[in-house]
């Protein structure tokens, strides 16, 4: 079929509208005719690449979505392991503060060395001296060594779990 014949058949308003492309284009009608036959041919195509385009995009948010949900789980838990380590860091510093609080000193020939509760509850002062120990007089009456030592001898419980905490070397 002609491309005459088939210009024929063209409603007169599109037929209008061509014309009106040619001219702002500065194109020949037939010229004018092809290209949009052309562009008409490559929608099909175009759509499909839109189409492609939308399913990637929502794809895309989708990870995103899950990326967003991902990240704030592991925020969360990174919050609390803070927490938690914060926790830990106070009952370390704690537990160094009363064994490291002095209760007496060394009374082997003038030695003189303090002793503190990590000591006193190994009875034996930092220059390796055993069993001579003299506690201070607040902690020789009764009400004070029972409050103070009883409460400090409970910690040293946790002596081992201290040491594996701080390290040998900073109970020394
Ligand atoms: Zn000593």
Redesign the pocket.
Known sequence: MATSTIYARVPSEIKDKILELAKTTGKQQGETVTDLLSQGLQFPEQLKKLSQAQTSLQKQEELNRTLTTELEKVKTELRIARQTVDVAERAKGHLQRVLNTQVGT?T?QG?G?PINLYSFAYQQ?P?G?TG?TKLFDEYQSAKGAGDFLVAGLAVIGGVALAAELLGDKSLQ
């Open positions: 060394c082997f030695c060395a002062c220059q001296h001579t």
